[in-house]
C-alpha cells in the first residue's frame, strides 16, 4: 500500500502559518485553507500521480479510502496526546487536526480528479469543513484573509491583545473548523487523562465525518 508521503513541512501547520493565525485568529480557518493549498495541494497531486501509476487497477473510491484510513489514524494519534500542556497545547492539538483534516479532503479530492492544488480547493475546504454553509461566502471570507496576509508584511507589531484571550479565539475557530463543535469539548482536551480519551474519540470521530462529506462532494459528476 502506497501510503501519502509525510515531511515536517506538511504533517503540522509551519510556524510561518501559526504566526498570521495568532495574529489574526478570527480569519484563522480561511488562513489555514489559503496555506494548506499552497503546501498540501501539490503533495495530494504527486501522490495521486505515484498511485495511478504503482496501482493503475483502484478505482477512484478505492484511492479515497486509503487516504481516509491513513488521515483518520493520524488525527487519532493527534488526539491520544493532547491535553498534556494546557491551553496552548489545546490549541496546536485542534491546529493539527485541522491541518490534517485539510490533507485528507485534497487527497480525496486528488483520488477523485480534482486538482488538489487549485485555488477554488480552499473554498471547497471551508465548506466542506463547515467554516461557511455557502461557497460565496467562503471566496469573500478568504479574500479577506489573503488581504490581510498581504497587509500583514506591511504593518508589523504587536496588536496589544491579550494572549489568552488569542489562544481562546483561535482555539474555538480551529475547533469548529476541525468538526470540534462545542467550545467545551476544546477545554475539556487540557485534562490530562480525560483529554486524551476525548481527544482520541472526537478527532476520529470528526475526521470520518468530514471524510464521508468529501467523499460524496468529490464524487459527484
Not at 47 to 63: G, S
Not at 143 to 157: H, L, M, N, P, W
Not at 198 to 216: F, I, M
Amino acid at each position: 500500500m502506497t501510503r501519502p508521503q509525510s515531511s515536517p513541512s506538511t504533517t503540522t501547520p509551519p510556524g510561518t502559518l501559526w504566526t498570521r493565525m495568532k495574529a489574526d485568529p478570527q480569519y484563522a480557518p480561511e488562513h489555514l485553507a489559503l496555506e494548506a493549498i499552497r503546501r498540501l495541494g501539490p503533495e495530494a497531486a504527486d501522490w495521486h500521480a505515484r498511485m495511478r501509476a504503482d496501482r493503475p487497477e483502484l478505482e477512484p473510491e478505492q484511492l479515497a479510502g486509503l487516504a481516509v484510513r491513513h488521515f483518520t489514524n493520524l488525527a487519532r494519534v493527534s488526539g491520544a496526546v493532547s491535553g498534556a500542556t494546557g491551553l496552548p497545547g489545546a490549541v496546536l492539538d485542534v491546529g493539527v487536526l485541522a491541518w490534517t483534516q485539510a490533507r485528507m479532503v485534497l487527497h480525496i479530492a486528488a483520488a477523485y480528479g480534482a486538482d488538489p492544488a487549485a485555488p477554488e480547493r480552499a473554498t471547497d475546504l471551508l465548506v466542506l469543513q463547515r467554516v461557511h454553509r455557502l461557497a460565496e461566502t467562503a471566496r469573500t471570507a478568504l479574500g479577506v484573509a489573503a488581504g490581510r496576509e498581504r497587509a500583514s508584511r506591511i504593518f508589523t507589531g504587536d496588536s496589544g491583545r491579550p494572549l489568552a484571550g488569542v489562544l481562546v479565539t483561535l482555539g474555538v475557530k480551529l475547533a469548529r473548523m476541525a468538526g470540534l463543535k462545542a467550545a467545551k469539548r476544546l477545554f475539556a482536551k487540557m485534562i490530562p487523562g480525560a483529554g486524551m480519551i476525548l481527544g482520541t474519540w472526537v478527532n476520529s470521530a470528526a475526521t470520518k465525518d468530514l471524510a464521508r462529506r468529501a467523499g460524496e462532494y468529490y464524487r459527484k459528476p
